[in-house]
């Protein structure tokens, strides 16, 4: 691989940060550039639906230190929004008119909210970027009444930030049980239980007739009902920004097709994140909007184009903070409909592990409270360890011990 | 001036490969790893949760709030702000574990922390 290649990353988000300090712990020595269409640097984003929202500081939010960019070649250029990559001239054109030399490209995207079709106006937000967040931050208070539309890990979150503010928060949503369709009905119903009892309302199970924004207000019907807020919150997931990828003539699906390596269809371009379709070595192609997977496939990125090639294959992980309750998810995407599913703990009382067998092997995990355990998940399903049923739903069996037994038996 | 404390014996260690163990009132993780014992503060300078609830894989120690991988000897998480202390760590001859009583490298805050009083070390706030 030639060292002096130049890297362009096209999107400003968690992918640049994670790719460029990949590239550079693994020796890359050209020069890399990021480009993003926003004013700012790389935030953390999910700080926007969490810490951010709660109040406005800064700290913790930036993702690349000015000084380090400086100080390791990496030219970040805010507000330039790319028109598309020319391949053949080994170029990116940006949507001015400019044009930048690009041996290597990593298109990071990202994605933008679903919008409810004819409903707009000041009252109704979404939440990507910061200056979302920071809009919808000065409407949580005391005496306002939030809607909140979806209640997936965004909406949830958004409502846990809305009543810490002093705010009134109705969720609505047609499946019967929050956050179900992300971590299961146990965990969706005990952490339902949470957000009421800290007085968030539901209006679930019912499928929303109409929204109607006016001057006075936001009107969401439902069978129910019609129930009038001061502010509306959609939050019904994102759409892939494949716009670049279609201009720059990739293969774009669901998302813009990359193989295990993240590689486009153009070899010389990668994808990576929201955008990207990745052919997972573990489940096939899957579009993952996650951050820590697009962390990981920066990451692998980075190592590839230092020279030694990587494919993202670890199982998908993520978490959610609600409150001060920490909930994570692994390899739950994989999840098939005849997978044995046992319980350890006591989910009710948000101190448990739902773990997912097929035919004796884990392949999926997802927790309240006991991260440690899907630390040990990660292993299990990693060196493909047998267990049992019963040994994973006995407290009386440390999970660390299961990993021993491989030993024993190795 | 640094002291030294005896917090627990190696042979605790040999199993689970960790102890939480309190010098000065401060909470800190004993790891065993590859052979050797490192000890870095307990409470992740992310979200205050406790390395000794997490694991250690390859050689890295992973945090059970939300998996960032710590370097056991420097404690730098990896591609991710902030700095866990370490701590002066002597294995006697008869497998005595013992921690110096000042840190050998400092607490950077992460800047993330929930504990304002936490944060507010080192990291800019409004």
Known sequence: MTAEQTVVVVGAGHVAAALVKAARRRGFAGPLVILGDEPTGPYQRPMLSKERLAGAGESGLWLLDPQWCAANDVTLRTGSPVERVDAATSSVLLADGGSIPADLVVLATGGRPRQLPGVEGDRIHTIRTLADSDRLRERLAPGRRIGVLGAGFLGTEVAAAAVGRGAEVVVFDVAPVILARGVGADIGTAVQALHAGKGVQFRLGQGIESVRATADGVTVTTAAGAETVDDLVVCIGIEPNTEVAVRSGLVVGNGVEVDAECRTSVPTVFAAGDVAAHDHPRYGRLRVEHVDVAQQQAAAIGKTIAGRPTTFADPHWFWTDQYDINIQGLGLGGIRPDDRMVARGDLSALDGTVFWLRGGLLVAAATVERGEDVSVARELIDLEIPVRAEQLADEGVELDELLDSEEVNA | ?126
Do not use: N, Y
Not at chain 2, 32 to 41: C, K, M, N, T, Y
């Open chain 2, 1 to 126: 001036m640094s002291e030294w404390v005896h917090v627990a014996e190696l042979k605790e260690l040999t199993r689970r490969k960790k102890k939480q163990v309190i010098v000065d009132g401060r909470p800190v993780a004993l790891f065993l790893i590859d052979g050797e014992v490192f000890a870095l503060d307990d409470v992740c300078v992310h979200k205050e949760r406790f390395l000794t609830k997490g694991t250690i894989l390859d050689g890295q120690v992973i945090c059970p709030g939300h998996q960032w991988k710590f370097d056991p000897r420097s404690g730098r998480p990896e591609d991710q702000p902030g700095c866990q202390a370490t701590w002066p760590v002597q294995v006697s001859d008869s497998g005595a574990v013992l921690v110096g009583t000042v840190p050998a490298t400092p607490r950077e805050s992460s800047g993330l922390e929930d504990t304002p009083d936490v944060a507010a070390a080192g990291s800019e706030r409004p």
